[in-house]
């Protein structure tokens, strides 16, 4: 704080200087208040002591907290006598100032950790003021007769004095107690040297013979090194039975053994026993190697036979194994928590390698059952310390007998699950763990009402071990990112495959399989049985929440769905809570109606035996006391269950797992997959327009818009008419974009053209049909709009737009005979000459006759090509187009849009007889379509250039594939095969008639 005294000249001199103010106006003396005011009350750089009070509160509260009560009330004083106190010197008396809780401060950011520090008071000497080396005696005696002494006998101030006889027995009592007190106030000190030479077995000097004798009575024998207590020899008649045994085998053995024997009492066992049952891994009786205990052979207990000593012990250390074992693995998964969290897998050892969250939860769950165990195990050793009641063996073991079997069932599933799992992947060791988990409480829950108890437990145990697997789910499909350091989840994420990826929706995510060579689990995925009726709308809403997180979706589903307001492992339990009280109020409701029945089942046994010539009095009583045990033995066994069943889980004893599972934690996985799934199909149907681009693609690639496309494909017939080259990617690639540019301008940067010249070479070789079958069109799609537009749904459009092509230009090439035939019919009408080719050597007719028969044969293939054409335009593309809007529309999840969509594929391809399947169909049209070109083209070489042979031959080719075709299609609608084929068999039925009949000349 600064001085006010020394500074207000100073003040006044500042005051004067900025403001101009003169002493003794009323503006300077407000000014100097506002200045001496803050020198005096400012805070700016000193320490807050409300900010010190409260941390020094918090410290007191913590040292409470930690059992150290005496160590906070020390430092309460010490802190409330350093405040009230002066700082510097006595004079200068500030109690509570700046510079106190300064100090304080310093003090609290000196003071690292507490309660961890060991406090001992110690006594505070005040030092004593040292007197000056002056002689005050004889200062003071000077001038003065010396006194006399008073334990000289010849005092004469003592002779007048009345003589007082003290007897010597008083004297002699107070010696005694005397001493009594002195050997009291040393009690202590000598019974811890007493104690401490027992346990360190040296030889602690300090105490008598006495303490020694008090101390070899009250403390336990040292039996673990050999001491032998001399107290247990008793005098009743079956204290001896385990020295008589061993003398009856003496007796009868031609070899005795002499073996050296450790006498201990049933105390002395009960308590290691219950010692090795809380977890301690040495003990005397029972010994440890490996995993597991042996019981010592030379142990004996007086009034027991060696066999029956020994059977209870091999018991009990059969017990203790499986505490020791299930105990090490809780200690193992708590030593080093989240070890699989180091990138690094070679610098683990092979224990912090078998770590996982789902172990570490199962550890968890074990730790709490053993944590209720030893509580049990507490109120029996209070029990055996009060020394009130007689405690036996056999009374412990009776008492132990709830928990044994639940012990044995944990460490045999245990072993089986974890010990002895064969794999070493953590994605296959969760597995065993939980379908082991699975099995043992569906086989138990099979038992009945006699397993219920254990049933509850193993539920439990599973409920916690699912944690992590439910919260991999939780955060997968709340934050989008599947996080799962340890790789025991399932579905693993292929980092290899970018979300942006076309192919990330197939090859995104992986299942784990089995690869061992194991008949029963090969190939199988290593998904638990809970999981697997939901595994695939988990992957399918996980890709969702991927594909939104890429697009900047995902705090908009957050927001709308109210991802983040509760867990699904917290609904598990909320919902498993409530199904569980409903359950127990029918449970409640049945045991009352039972207990009326056998009320009423009891009442109306009594009215019998009490009916005249019928009355019993002992079978009364028989029967009034087996009633009477019988419903006391079931209200005992009710309170035990409802006091063993108090924990936060709940008790799913009263239905089966699968039960609880479909009506707890399905409806929470599948209401949020649902959200996720139909956010995905909203966001690509609003925002990224999937109808527009699906519809785009049918325009383009099936021709449903005939004006753009026929700008683009009648320029290239021609050329080919002409047999003018047309493959030229500048010429195809401009004539596309000038034909989409006049209706789709948006389009053009998007839409491209290339040419398989290879494939156009090999087939043209063939027939003159196949000339267009290297040409492709190309869509570029962004992502998400990739997943479902990708490269195969491109390829089958291609498909079908080639072949639609080779539709389109037959029928184009006999469009251009029929107008040639008009011109020429036009050009006759005029009177025009007529240019008649040159004849033909070889056979020939008349060109009447000719002109004729083409004719005819143009009118069939006519006929043939729109039957084709209007098939597959109207009753297939357009109706099918129809189907698949349906199909989408109805689709709630991009599987179901992804599955319209490969459907309405698959329908295309069928219907426009590019399956396999109908591959003869297909060939055949091929056939006849080749035909009208090569009609064309002889048509365009003049008249002259058919002959009768090959007018013949064309036409016996067209009603051989004509009428094949019809006998064809015909039997496949017949079967139901092909529904679709029934109407172009139809149109095609007209020609049979006419191509059975031989052509007329």
């Known amino acids: ?521 090969r190939g199988q995925i290593a998904v638990p049985p809970f999981l697997q009726p939901v595994l695939r709308h988990i992957i399918l809403a996980g890709k969702c929440m991927e594909v939104l997180g890429s697009v900047g979706q995902l705090g908009t589903i957050r927001t709308e769905a109210n991802l983040e307001s509760t867990s699904m492992y917290s609904n598990l339990i909320t919902s498993t809570k409530d199904m569980d009280d409903i359950c127990s109020s029918s449970s409640i409701a049945m045991a009352t109606e039972e207990e009326q029945d056998e009320s009423t089942t009891r009442t109306l046994v009594v009215q019998q035996l009490q009916l005249p010539g019928t009355t019993d009095p002992l079978l009364a009583k028989n029967f009034d006391e087996v009633l009477g045990t019988l419903l006391d033995s079931d209200e005992k066994a009710e309170e035990r269950y409802i006091q063993s069943d108090a924990s936060i889980l709940p008790d799913v004893n009263n239905m089966p797992l699968s039960l609880v599972i479909k009506r707890s934690l399905y409806p929470s996985i599948l209401s949020r997959c649902n959200v996720i799934c139909q956010q995905l199909v909203n966001t690509l149907k609003a925002k990224f327009d999937l109808m527009a681009n699906l519809a785009i693609l049918r325009k383009f690639y099936l021709l449903e818009d005939g004006d753009v496309m026929c700008d683009f494909y009648v320029d290239i017939f021609e050329k080919l008419r002409r047999q003018e080259s047309w493959s030229d990617y500048l010429y195809l690639h401009g004539h596309l974009q000038e034909a989409f540019g006049r209706r789709y301008p948006e389009e053009i940067e998007r839409v491209s053209v290339s040419v398989s010249s290879d494939e156009i070479s090999a087939r043209l070789a063939a027939r003159p049909i196949h000339a267009l079958d290297g040409l492709t069109l190309h869509y570029q799609v962004d992502h998400p709009l990739n997943i479902i537009i990708n490269s195969q749904s491109l390829d089958v459009y291609n498909r079908v737009f080639r072949f639609l092509l080779q539709v389109k230009r037959a029928k184009h090439s006999l469009d251009q005979v029929l107008a040639d035939l008009k011109k020429e019919t036009h050009e006759d009408e005029k009177g025009k000459p007529v240019t008649h080719s040159p004849p033909v050597v070889g056979t020939r007719i008349d060109d009447a006759v000719i002109k004729h028969q083409l004719y005819l044969l143009r009118f069939k293939l006519m006929h043939f090509v729109n039957s084709i054409h209007n098939y597959l335009m109207t009753r297939i593309l357009h109706t099918t187009s129809l189907e698949f809007q349906d199909d989408f529309n109805r689709a709630t999840d991009l599987d179901g849009v992804l599955s319209a969509h490969e459907n309405y594929l698959t329908k295309v391809l069928q219907r426009c007889l590019l399956h396999d399947k109908v591959s003869l169909v297909r060939e055949a049209v091929v056939k006849v379509l080749n035909i009208a070109l090569v009609f064309q083209r002889k048509w365009d070489a003049g008249i002259h250039t058919f002959s009768d042979d090959s007018i013949t031959k064309m036409e016996s080719e067209f009603n051989n594939c004509s009428i094949f075709l019809s006998t064809m299609l015909i039997n496949m609608t017949k079967r139901g095969a092909f529904p679709h084929l029934a109407a172009l068999s139809f149109s095609l039925a007209s020609l049979q008639q006419s191509t059975t009949s031989p052509p007329s000349k």
């Open 1 to 521: 704080m600064a001085d006010v005294s020394k500074t207000e000249g100073v003040a006044e001199e500042l005051v004067e200087k900025l403001t101009g103010f003169k002493n003794g106006g009323e503006n300077f003396k407000r000014t100097m208040q506002y200045v001496l005011s803050n020198i005096k009350y400012h805070r700016y750089l000193d320490v807050n002591s409300h900010t010190v009070n409260k941390e020094i509160k918090g410290v007191l509260e913590k040292l409470q907290v930690h059992s150290k009560a005496d160590k906070a009330e020390a430092l309460q004083a010490v802190v409330d006598k350093f405040l009230e106190g002066p700082l510097v010197s006595p004079k200068a008396s500030h109690p509570k100032s700046d510079a106190h809780y300064s100090v304080l401060s310093v003090l609290l950011l000196l003071a690292g950790t507490p309660t961890s520090q060991d406090y001992e008071e110690k006594t505070e000497h005040e030092r004593q003021n040292e007197e000056p080396d002056f002689d005050w005696p004889k200062y003071l005696l000077e001038d003065l007769p010396p006194i006399k002494d008073f334990n000289e006998p010849s005092s004469d101030e003592w002779e007048d004095e009345e003589e007082v006889s003290i007897p010597e027995e008083p004297l002699n009592d107070s010696g005694v107690i005397t001493d009594q007190s002195r050997h009291a106030t040393d009690n202590t000190s000598q019974s811890q040297l007493a104690i401490l030479s027992h346990v360190t077995g040296s030889t602690v000097t300090g105490g008598g013979d006495a303490d020694r004798s008090w101390l070899s009575r009250n403390v336990v024998v040292q039996y673990w090194q050999g001491e032998v207590d001399m107290t247990m020899e008793g005098t009743h008649k079956y204290s001896q039975i385990a020295r008589q045994w061993e003398s009856h085998e003496k007796e009868q053995s031609i070899f005795p053994i002499v073996n050296c024997m450790h006498d201990l009492t049933e105390t002395h066992i009960i308590r290691e026993t219950l010692w090795i049952l809380m977890g301690a891994e040495e003990s005397f009786v029972f010994q440890r190697h490996g995993n597991h205990f042996e019981v010592r052979e030379n142990i004996r207990v007086n009034h027991l036979t060696p066999s029956s000593l020994n059977t209870m012990l091999q018991s009990l250390a059969n017990d203790g194994s499986c505490i020791l074992q299930l105990q090490s693995f809780v200690n193992n998964m708590r030593s080093c928590p989240s070890a699989y969290c180091n990138r690094d897998d070679s610098a683990l050892s092979s224990q912090e390698s078998s770590r996982c969250q789902t172990y570490e939860a199962y550890a968890e769950a074990l730790a709490e059952f053993l944590h209720s165990f030893r509580d049990a195990l507490v109120q029996i050793e209070k029990t055996v310390l009060v020394q009130e009641q007689q405690m036996t063996l056999a009374n412990v073991m009776d008492q132990l007998s709830p928990w044994m079997p639940k012990v044995k069932l944990l460490a045999y599933v245990h072993n089986k699950a974890v010990v002895d799992c064969p794999q070493q992947k953590h994605v296959y060791r969760v597995w065993y763990l939980l379908d082991m988990l699975h099995n043992s409480i569906m086989e138990h829950y099979s038992m009945g009402d006699s397993s219920k108890e254990i049933v509850n437990l193993l539920v439990r145990i599973w409920l916690q071990s699912i944690r992590p697997y439910v919260d991999f789910i939780d955060r997968w499909l709340t934050l989008g990112h599947l996080f799962d350091p340890a790789h025991e989840f399932v579905i693993q994420r292929n980092s290899a495959v970018e979300v942006k990826s076309p192919h990330f929706w197939q090859e995104g995510f992986t299942l784990d399989r089995f690869q061992t060579d194991e008949s029963t689990h």
